[in-house]
T-cell receptor
Framework: AQSVSQHNHHVILSEAASLELGCNYS??????LFWYVQYPGQHLQLLLK??????LVKGIKGFEAEFIKSKFSFNLRKPSVQWSDTAEYFC???????????????FGTGTQLKVEL | EAGVTQFPSHSVIEKGQTVTLRCDPI?????LYWYRRVMGKEIKFLLH????????ESGMPNNRFLAERTGGTYSTLKVQPAELEDSGVYFC?????????????FGPGTRLTVL
């Protein structure tokens, strides 16, 4: 079965520090990868996604992620975090449903990021 | 454009009672998904509708859970009778469909507490 690992459960950073959140998945086939973010009191929002093409993906709010197929990784990065980046971050991998289209997501356990002023 | 909405936002019930959660997807989205997050754990897939048909319900925990999507619009998820371990946040998501892979848009979730 497919699984997703997020190694950092809680991360605390000062403003302007650089961020890298790890995400590894276990699936040998073609994958589509996502990072979602949940800000306090808000719903899950898509931060960025990788379907194909350039393995370096840029998302909203200055976030980017790099797909490294040989390492089964899709780490999220931001050069300089802001207090407003305080949120929970989820890595997810699609699992294709072969009949009828669509996909279901397998999520990691999430990383709670706190950015201090 | 309105996003995915869910009702109620919170529900507190006693063990043995019945609760029905509702999800309204983005208009025109054929795919509708239910997920659940138990405290401290990952968000887990429950089931997937394509229009009114259940495409995959492999994640449903047991037969106390019943999901419907009459007419292919909104969906309900009923838990009857509720047990303590059913507590968690239930998320609904929708996607356009027609593609092998597309982006899912999530609702705010319903926080269910079973006492």
């Amino acid at each position: 079965a497919q699984s997703v690992s997020q190694h950092n459960h809680h991360v605390i950073l000062s403003e302007a520090a650089s961020l890298e959140l790890g995400c590894n998945y276990s699936y040998g086939g073609t994958v589509n990868l996502f990072w979602y973010v949940q800000y306090p009191g808000q719903h899950l929002q898509l931060l960025l996604k990788y379907f194909s093409g350039d393995p370096l993906v840029k998302g909203i709010k200055g976030f980017e992620a790099e797909f490294i197929k040989s390492k089964f990784s899709f780490n999220l990065r931001k050069p300089s975090v802001q207090w407003s980046d305080t949120a929970e971050y989820f890595c997810a991998v699609n699992q294709l449903i072969l009949t009828g289209g669509g996909n279901k997501l397998t999520f990691g356990t999430g990383t709670q990021l706190k950015v201090e002023l | 454009e309105a996003g995915v909405t869910q009702f109620p936002s919170h529900s507190v019930i006693e063990k043995g009672q019945t609760v029905t959660l509702r999800c309204d997807p983005i208009s025109g989205h054929d795919n509708l998904y239910w997920y659940r997050r138990v405290m401290g754990k990952e968000i887990k897939f429950l089931l997937h509708f394509v229009k009114e048909s259940k495409q995959d319900e492999s994640g449903m925990p047991n037969n106390r859970f019943l999901a419907e999507r009459t007419g292919g619009t909104y969906s309900t998820l009923k838990v009857q009778p509720a047990e303590l371990e059913d507590s968690g946040v239930y998320f609904c998501a929708s996607s356009l469909g027609g593609l092998a892979v597309d982006t899912q848009y999530f609702g705010p979730g319903t926080r269910l507490t079973v006492l």
